[in-house]
């Protein structure tokens, strides 16, 4: 398996794909904060755009949930 990674300058989910289908790449991994409603609604989702405009599979994954400190 090779692994490559690329800079891009312009609109992220604009180059994202751009630079996808360039380099013929096989499976794009992209993260998502996993934000929601409104705040999700006005800025919309780079990870929500690649998927639905990419040539390839998009892996998408989301950090961890962080745990509350114990009292």
Excluded: N, W
């Excluded at 996808?20 to 919309?44: Q, W, Y």
Aim: charged share 20%; with cysteine; aromatic share 2%.
């Amino acid at each position: 398996m090779k692994i490559r990674t690329a800079l891009g300058a312009g609109s992220p989910y604009q180059e994202i794909v751009r630079i996808a289908s360039r380099m013929h790449v096989d499976l794009i991994v992209i993260s998502t904060h996993g934000t929601t409603g409104m705040f999700h609604l006005m800025l919309g989702s780079v990870a929500e755009r690649v998927v639905r405009l990419a040539h390839c599979p998009v892996l998408v994954v989301r950090p961890p949930r962080m745990r509350r400190a114990a009292r």
